[in-house]
């Protein structure tokens, strides 16, 4: 008998948001369109503008592409996307500007969403509900690695060396700047300001004496209420890629490495509109120190109840890693650190997508 293929998996691909992340969540998305296997993989790229507005937007990778330094955005194309209001169906229901309505089946969703309103646990939650399969970290993880004050105490509490680190909310700032600023200064000079909630480096400034101390809180509080200020860590920026085992045991990759000038760090800039010359992959460090930060890798993925992925990214001090942060939802293009230490593993980018997307749809959380 003639062998019947079976019909490709349908693969909601959310990308956009409301976050400042908005347009590398864009690029991503416009990367893994370039890549995903055709043959398995039917997409449906639904964004979502920077108002909130879920859209069914082209699957055109060509659109979502950095060109000539300016990065895509969601436009508002009128059409709206509706989730399922019940698990006992995977419809989706688009309605288009000229009033007809639309269903779509999908299978599972890739929800390649950086920051607040995406990978902070509240789209997850959205999938959850709808009783949709979903790739990458479930509710608990994606929001407990979102805050940074939060996640240093779980990691710690694991028994993971972490950078010290001081958390100022807004309205303590607003009272009393003055006295946070005396506490800020037991950290010494430089030091960096984060907010604690947010990444792709958005808000985070290196404030080298007290004068600059205002200006960059400022910054930070622009993205988020709870901000969270770090001494300099004197070592060797290093991360690793993990990717949940079909075991249960997490997998982790060669480790890459950023090297940064010495009066700088790895921004917004470096990571998204310069070359690769800032990053090294696999990274230049001893096999027992490669082996140490894949196991820590791995410990601080399962410390968050991590599934899907994540980036561990560390310092390498004069004694030993420090780690950083946990990233769950990494910067996913093409040149990003993550599928590149995976490249250097053996792992090439459309296999990263294919295996990302079979674990999301095989997940329990």
């Known amino acids: 008998m003639p062998t019947i293929a079976s019909a490709p998996t349908t693969v909601a691909v959310l990308f956009g948001g409301r976050s400042s992340e908005h347009e590398i969540s864009c690029v991503t998305a416009g990367g893994i369109m370039d890549v995903v296997d055709r043959t398995e993989y039917d997409l449906v790229p639904i964004g979502i503008t920077r108002d909130g507005a879920f859209t069914l937007q082209a699957d055109d990778p060509a659109q979502w592409t950095l060109r000539d330094g300016v990065l895509p955005t969601v436009p508002d194309n009128g059409t709206r996307v509706a989730f399922p209001t019940s698990p006992a169906t995977n419809e989706l229901v688009v309605s288009h500007p000229d009033g007809s309505i639309t269903t779509i089946a999908v299978d599972v969703v890739f929800p390649i969403l950086h920051g607040p309103f995406g990978e902070d646990g509240t789209v997850q939650g959205l999938l959850e509900i709808a009783g949709l399969p979903y790739v990458g970290d479930g509710v608990l993880a994606s929001a407990l690695a979102m805050d940074k004050h939060v996640a240093k105490a779980v990691l710690e509490h694991a028994g993971l060396r972490v950078a010290p680190w001081t958390t100022v909310l807004r309205r303590e700032w607003a009272a009393d700047p003055v006295d946070v600023a005396e506490a800020i200064a037991a950290h010494g000079w430089p030091l960096f300001v984060k907010p604690a909630r947010a990444g792709s480096s958005m808000g985070v400034s290196r404030v080298d004496d007290p004068a600059e101390l205002g200006a960059a809180m400022d910054l930070a509080f622009e993205h988020d209420s709870k901000v969270i200020v770090e001494p300099r860590v004197i070592g060797r920026e290093v991360e690793v890629a993990v990717l949940e085992g079909r075991d249960g ?68 001090t004069d004694d030993g890693f420090v780690v950083n942060e946990v990233n769950t939802m990494p910067g996913f293009t093409p040149l990003s650190m993550y599928p590149r230490c995976w490249a250097a593993s053996g792992v090439p980018y459309g296999e990263l997508v294919t295996e990302l997307i079979e674990l999301g749809r095989a997940a329990v959380r």
């Open 249 to 316: 045991v997490p997998r982790t990759s060669l480790p890459g490495e950023i090297v940064v000038a010495e009066d700088g760090f790895y921004d917004f800039a470096s990571k998204y509109l310069g070359g690769d010359e800032s990053l090294l992959c696999p990274a230049p460090l001893t096999d027992d120190q490669t082996d140490e930060i894949r196991s820590i890798g791995a410990r601080a993925f399962e410390a968050i109840g991590g599934s899907g992925l994540a980036r561990v990214d560390c310092f390498l």
